[in-house]
């Protein structure tokens, strides 16, 4: 069984990324909280992976390019 941490977040916006298996979703915010020794500068990304129609893995990342490579797609352009 997972626990699940209760938080409310407030988004200005939020970005939804299809990728080759995994999808990524960005997030802004300006009540993100900066996790220890990270700089999240109000946006996270997650990396969504999914196997037999069921959420395996949810992976986190700071920065927008790092979750793009993650799940396979092109880096491009900084979201705004």
Not at 4 to 28: H, N
Not at 37 to 53: I, M, P, T
């Amino acid at each position: 069984m997972s626990e699940q941490v209760p938080m409310r977040l407030e988004a200005e916006a939020i970005e939804f990324v299809s990728a080759p298996p995994p999808f990524v979703m960005g997030t802004r915010s300006r009540h993100l909280p900066d996790p220890p020794d990270v700089r999240l500068a109000g946006q996270v990304y997650n990396v969504f992976e999914r196997r037999d129609r069921r959420f395996v893995s949810i992976r986190d990342f700071a920065r927008r390019d790092d979750a793009l490579r993650c799940a396979g797609a092109d880096g491009g352009a900084e979201w705004r």
